[in-house]
């Protein structure tokens, strides 16, 4: 059997599927594996080229993978689905992956590291509990208007909202709907205690980071926004140009043009 050059590995939570081609791009293996079966399989074949798309778990596997000494890839997903042949499933994705890995034009995503994805772990978390707390204030705000109890906008009229809630002589509010909001004010403060936690961790992970810090001396740029750069792009490199950076995070707008024309 001829070596194995190019691998494309469609990856999952239990079943991997892998598509692997020789220097020639004749189909050498074509074949399922479980997942705890993934790393021995690797550790089996001489280094090669392994291609990846950029999704959950993707880059615990890049990482993996490239400790055993082959060079992995990581591609956007929408780079990769030109390349599916007709039908969808994971034999042809892990084909297309191989094919896609090799093309010249292909533009890669890379591998973060540990620290990193913790730091983005820090935002997404703090984000949710974000979410979750302005769902609490706006399910605070339509049960009391439910009895025509209404306060002004802003952190200071739900505080409002939770006293009227508090006080026991205020008849407005029947005693069962006076539990539900009081248990609902009650998440509410966890919420902005976890949202003042992850505030903290997030300074002390940007205070442990020299380029974070080197950031924040832009103005503009203070921690959170610092500390999300520096864990989301690895490798500023990567981007060709500043122009390449600003349509990368959405600041530079799609185009949509057709025959040199703009709708």
């Excluded at 990193?116 to 609490?136: D, E, G, N, P, Y």
């Excluded at 949202?195 to 940007?206: A, K, P, Q």
């Amino acid at each position: 059997m001829q070596a194995i050059t190019t691998v494309g590995l469609d990856i999952a939570k239990s079943v991997f599927q892998v598509h692997g081609v020789d220097a020639a791009g004749t189909i050498i293996i074509r074949r399922q594996l479980k997942r705890r079966h993934v790393l021995a399989f690797f550790q089996k074949l001489a280094p090669c080229l392994v291609g990846i798309e950029a999704c959950a778990t993707s880059h615990h596997w890049s990482r993996e993978l490239g400790a055993l000494g082959h060079t992995v890839r990581l591609m956007p997903p929408a780079y990769v689905k030109p390349y599916v042949k007709r039908q969808k499933n994971d034999a042809a994705d892990a084909e297309a992956i191989c094919e896609a890995v090799t093309r010249a034009n292909m533009r890669f995503v890379q591998t973060k590291t540990p620290e990193q994805q913790a730091c983005l772990m820090l935002h997404r978390t703090r984000h949710l509990f974000i979410r979750q707390q302005t769902s609490v204030i706006n399910s605070i705000r339509a049960h009391l208007a439910e009895f025509g109890i209404i306060a002004r906008v802003g952190r200071n009229g739900v505080a409002e909202l939770l006293k009227v809630v508090g006080d026991p002589t205020d008849r407005r509010l029947p005693e069962v709907a006076r539990v539900c909001v009081a248990a609902l004010g009650l998440q509410l403060r966890m919420l902005k205690a976890q949202i003042l936690e992850f505030d903290r961790r997030i300074r002390v992970w940007h205070r442990s980071n020299q380029t974070s810090k080197r950031l924040d001396q832009i103005p503009g740029i203070g921690p959170a926004l610092a500390t999300a750069l520096v864990a989301s792009v690895p490798d500023p490199k990567a981007f060709r140009s500043a122009r390449n950076f600003s349509a990368w995070i959405g600041l530079v707008p799609k185009q949509h043009s057709s025959g040199g024309k703009d709708p």
